[in-house]
Structures are given as C-alpha cells and as structure tokens.
C-alpha cells in the first residue's frame, strides 16, 4: 500500500466502524498513522476493531453511541477529543435497510391485489415507520454525527468529511425503495453540503460502492449452500468485472479523498466503486 505521510497523526472519527466495509477503513488509515475513533452502536463492535488494531500497532479507541441522537454524538466528541485530539476526518458509514421497508417481489402483479399471501409484502404493505427508520438511519445518521464534528473541521487545514452513498443513489434497485432513497438523499446531500462549508475550507465528499458481500447481506446473496441466489445472479450479470467487491477495493478512493495531497480541489464528487456496474446498461 503506497504510503500517504500527510495522513500520519490525524484522527478520524469513521461511525458504523463496527461493520465489515468501515472497520476496513478504519484499520486502511490506522495504518497509515491515522488515530482512529471506532464509533459503533454496538460497544462490544467498536471496541473488538479498535483492539484488533491496537494489536497490530495502531492507536484506536472504541465508542458506543447512536447517529440519531445529538447527545449521544456531543459525548463521543468529547470522548475522541479527549482521548486522541480533535478530529480531522469523519466518515459517514453508518446505515443500513430494514425488512419493513422492503417487498417481496420486484414488480406488483395483477393477482397480489385480489390474493392475499402473508408471505409477499407489495408496495401497498410497506411499513411507514420502517420507512422513516431506513431514512433516519442513512441521512440522519450522517447530517447528526457532521453537526457534532463538524465544528472541529471548520478551518482545520486538510480536514474533510466522507459520506457513504450506493450505487442506489443512481438507479433504485428492486425491493427497497427506502434504501435507495436515501442513499440517493446521501449523494444530494455531500453535493450541498460541500457548497456550504466550501467558504471553511472543509471539503466533502463521498464513496458509492457497488455490491459487496458482507455480514449484512449474506443471506440475500447467497444461498445456504453457499451457491449465488437469483438476485445475485442478476448483479454479477450486470456488473462488467464479474465479481462482488472486497474491502480493500475502497482503500483507493477512500485515502485519495481523505489526503489533500491528491484530492485538495475536489470536494462535492462522489467517487463509484461498482465494478463498472452504473456504466453497464445490460446490452
């Protein structure tokens, strides 16, 4: 991994680290000498990554709190302030779906409105509330933990703010229409708020990632016996370079954003990391 010295000693403060994809990102720059806050709702989560790279030689510290609330993110600033310094880099990667916001099916057809089946859930079954829950997670979750952090940014030379979008912020995917639009309001929202702090000299900007196979996933990707399920048969198809996405396929765009070496003129873009999937039109 190519060496980024403009990185060495900063902190980053990366929320929903406990997962697959940013506990990736979080150990990427705690290699790079970066001090990373692992920030998870899941105490056991963020500390198991923090521990993982302190083994290695890294300096973490892991923080439980909830991206829906303003309190809880007031005390993991401090927390992080107070532990490892102010925060230089935040990364958004908090969020997720939920099963009341998706359906069964991809399409509604004609006999779903006369046959009721318990098992399929159509459009006019989606859950308001799990809609609302799927939004508030994904914009929410990033617009409360910027307006925590945020503060320390403003004026801080190098500081930036990466979200995390989806290939879903350009084409809905079939089933989950909460999802896909709130990753879609992920894209809009690093657009506008890289106008807002442009004066600050605080970029933003995000990563949308194609399909990766992850904890969160696995069942929807795979079948039980390990072989791809119909809905993954269709994304490989559909994606030029044939395979899901590892990890460390993000370690590129995620360290040419957070060092200003590379990237200080760049701010409101959201880089794809899809295999080629949003330039496939299927022909």
């Avoid at 521990?51 to 401090?78: F, K, P, Q, W, Y």
């Avoid at 914009?139 to 703010?161: M, N, S, Y």
């Avoid at 957070?258 to 899809?274: E, L, P, W």
Wanted: overall charge negative.
């Amino acid at each position: 991994m190519m060496h980024h010295e403009n990185l060495k000693g900063k902190v980053a403060v990366i929320t929903g680290a406990g997962g697959v994809l940013c506990s990736g990102f979080a150990k990427t720059l705690a290699a790079q000498g970066v001090k990373v806050a692992v920030l998870d709702l899941r105490a056991e989560a963020a500390q198991a990554v923090a521990d993982e790279i302190n083994a290695s030689g890294g300096t973490a510290i892991g923080v439980a709190c909830n991206v829906l609330e303003i309190e809880s993110m007031n005390a993991a600033r401090n927390e992080v302030t107070e532990k490892l310094g102010t925060c230089d880099i935040l990364i958004n990667g908090a969020g997720g779906n939920h099963p009341k916001g998706t359906t069964t099916k991809d399409t509604l057809e004609p006999e779903d409105l006369t046959h009721v089946d318990e098992n399929v859930k159509t459009f006019f079954d989606l859950d308001a509330k799990g809609i609302e829950f799927v939004f508030n997670l994904n914009f929410l979750g990033t617009l409360i933990p910027t307006q925590a952090f945020a503060r320390d940014l403003v004026g801080k030379e190098d500081a930036c703010v990466v979200n995390i979008a989806s290939m879903n912020a350009y084409r809905p995917l079939t089933r989950i229409p909460a999802y896909s639009a709130a990753k879609a309001a992920i894209k809009n929202f690093t657009e506008w708020m890289s106008v807002h702090f442009a004066d600050v000299g605080l970029r933003v900007n995000a990563i949308a990632p194609g399909f990766f196979s992850t904890a969160q996933n696995k069942a929807l990707l795979f079948n039980p016996d390990g072989s791809l399920s119909a809905r993954s048969e269709k994304i490989i198809s559909h994606t030029p370079m044939r395979r899901f996405g590892l990890p460390e396929d993000l370690d590129g765009a995620l360290l040419f954003l957070c060092d200003s070496t590379y990237s200080a003129f760049i701010t409101g873009s959201t880089i794809n990391v899809d295999g080629g999937f949003l330039a496939y039109s299927g022909v």
